[in-house]
Nanobody, 117 residues
């Protein structure tokens, strides 16, 4: 059974940084595209960043140039380093694992990131 356990989140001051992590258990890490999504209440879920098993990375528009996704295969973990945060980055950020090739989705518990002074 695939499980995703996240850490990080919370309150950050404008201009600050925050790192989130997500660890996968219960399956073979290499068989998943791992990513981060954000969602505000009443809005559609939006891709922040994703990384394939081979290391190919894709960033959503809101993350370009400020956020970095990384993948540690030895620890079955991905990270999202968020920098230069603004109040517009405030959202619930959730970890996603998409199996390859059958594209089943698994989600972490999500966490609120609030950027405010």
């Amino acid at each position: 059974q695939v499980q995703l356990v996240e850490s990080g989140g919370g309150l950050v001051q404008p201009g600050g940084s925050r790192r989130r992590s997500c660890s996968l258990s219960g399956s073979i890490f290499q068989f998943y595209v791992m990513g981060w999504y954000r969602q505000a209440t009443g809005k559609q879920r939006e891709l922040v960043a994703a990384v394939t098993g081979s290391g190919k990375i894709n960033y959503g528009d809101s993350a370009q140039g400020r956020f970095t996704i990384s993948r540690d295969s030895a620890r079955h973990t991905i990270y999202l380093q968020m920098s230069s945060l603004t109040p517009e980055d405030t959202d619930v950020y959730s970890c996603n694992a998409k199996s390859v090739p059958d594209t089943r989705d698994y989600w972490g518990q999500g966490a609120q990131v609030t950027v405010s002074s």
